[in-house]
């Protein structure tokens, strides 16, 4: 009964994986507020995991640093399809202010993986970054069979 309940709520929701690739972690708090009471990301039926296999959507911030090259891709090849992935903030999308001449940064992250939705600022608004997944999930779970109730 129990599983049955939960197959029931996963399928009718949108599932986050966060991914900082290098970055101030500005953009995770405001992510972070999203949780808070006052935005309350749930009760739009969005839920973030830390596993990209169970993710519709994929939150990348912070800048691409050297390391993360790799790694992006492989998180990327784990999520299943379709694949949606959300840059958040300036440094993913052009590496900012740490973008710097014979530095480790590689930005943006769209030369290593499709991006769907680019929500810049340093760093965005929480209210943003929602309207920014709620932007590209739902297209994601339609893509997927599934009905956003």
Not at 61 to 75: F, L, P, S
Request: proline residues 7%; negative net charge.
């Amino acid at each position: 009964m129990l599983n049955t309940l939960k197959d029931i709520v996963r399928k009718s929701s949108i599932h986050v994986c966060l991914v900082n690739c290098g970055g101030c972690n500005g953009c995770d708090v405001e992510i972070v507020a999203l949780l808070s009471p006052r935005y309350d990301l749930e009760q739009y039926g969005i839920y973030v995991h830390n596993n990209p296999r169970e993710a519709d959507v994929i939150l990348i911030t912070g800048a691409v640093t050297e390391q993360w090259i790799k790694k992006i891709k492989r998180i990327y090849s784990k999520a299943p399809e379709p694949k949606v992935v959300a840059c958040i903030g300036n440094c993913p999308l052009s590496g900012d202010v740490f973008n710097q001449e014979g530095g480790n940064v590689h930005a943006p992250v769209s030369d290593f993986i499709p991006v769907d939705a680019e929500i810049s600022g340093c760093p965005p608004r929480p209210s943003e970054i929602l309207e920014g997944i709620l932007s590209v999930a739902p297209g994601a779970i339609a893509a997927k069979g599934r009905e956003k109730s």
